[in-house]
C-alpha cells in the first residue's frame, strides 16, 4: 500500500516559533502537496512541488515556505507562527496514471498555534 | 485559478437509501480532471471516484456514480444503498496540470 506519512498527528506551538511539518511518501511520486483544512472552507492549497528543489505556490503561501531537497521528502515551515495558522494540515502526494493523478494523503496534523 | 463550490454543508440520508451531492467548478482549461474524496473520522482521505473530463460517460465505482454535465460545469455524485461507513466529509476536486484544487466539502451522515 502506498504510504503518505506526516511526522505528527497533534502538534502545540507557540506563536512566533519556527515550526516544521514532515512529510514522506513511499511511491516515488514526482507531485506533493501541502492542504490546510478549516471547517466551512474545504482544503486549501498552500505550495505544492512537482520535482525535487522545485516549488510552486498555491492559494495561501503567505507565512509558509517548503523544502523538498529529497523526492519523498516535502517539508512545510512556518517560519514565525501565528494563532491563525492553527489548523489541520495535509500533506499528499500523486503520480500520474492513465493520465490523470490520483492523489494519496497523509492522516494530517492538527496544528495549535497558542 | 480553478475554483469549486459544493453548496451542501451537510446532509443525511437513511440507510439503504439514495443521496446525491452537488459540486460545480469554475475552469477555462478544456482538458482536466475530477475527483469525488472521502474523509471518514479518521481523517484520512480516500480517493472515490474520478471522473477525466474529455470522456462523456460518467464514471461509476459500486455503489458510487457521478452525473457530469461539462457545459454546466457540473460533477455530482450518487451514493445508492447508502451504508453506514459512508458517513464522512466528501470533498469535489479539480486537476488541472498537477494543480488540485478542493471545495469546501458536504458533510453526509447516515441514519439507521
Known amino acids: 500500500d502506498v504510504k503518505v506519512t506526516q511526522s505528527s498527528r497533534y502538534l502545540v506551538k507557540r506563536t512566533g516559533e519556527k515550526v516544521f511539518l514532515e512529510c514522506v511518501q513511499d511511491?516515488?511520486?514526482?507531485?506533493m502537496f501541502w492542504y490546510r483544512q478549516d471547517p466551512g472552507l474545504g482544503l486549501r492549497l498552500i505550495y505544492f512541488s512537482y520535482d525535487v528543489k522545485m516549488k510552486e505556490k498555491g492559494d495561501i503561501p503567505e507565512g509558509y515556505s517548503v523544502s523538498r531537497e529529497k523526492k519523498e521528502r516535502f517539508s512545510l515551515i512556518l517560519e514565525s507562527a501565528s494563532t491563525n495558522q492553527t489548523s489541520m494540515y495535509l500533506c499528499a502526494s500523486g503520480g500520474w496514471g492513465q493520465k490523470s493523478q490520483k492523489l494519496f494523503f497523509g492522516s494530517g496534523t492538527q496544528l495549535s498555534v497558542l | 485559478a480553478q475554483t469549486v463550490t459544493q453548496s451542501q454543508p451537510e446532509m443525511s440520508v437513511q440507510e439503504a437509501e439514495t443521496v446525491t451531492l452537488s459540486c460545480t467548478y469554475d475552469?477555462?482549461?478544456?482538458?482536466?480532471?475530477l475527483f469525488w474524496y472521502k474523509q471518514p473520522p479518521s481523517r484520512q482521505m480516500i480517493l472515490v471516484i474520478r471522473q477525466e473530463a474529455y470522456k462523456q460517460q460518467n464514471a461509476t465505482e459500486n455503489r458510487f456514480s457521478v452525473n457530469f454535465q461539462k457545459a454546466a460545469k457540473s460533477f455530482s455524485l450518487k451514493i445508492s444503498d447508502s451504508q453506514l461507513g459512508d458517513t464522512a466529509m466528501y470533498f469535489c476536486a479539480t486537476d488541472n496540470n498537477n494543480d488540485m484544487r478542493f471545495g469546501a466539502g458536504t458533510r453526509l451522515t447516515v441514519k439507521p
Open positions: 475552469t477555462s482549461e478544456n482538458n482536466y480532471y
Open positions: 511511491m516515488d511520486h514526482e507531485n
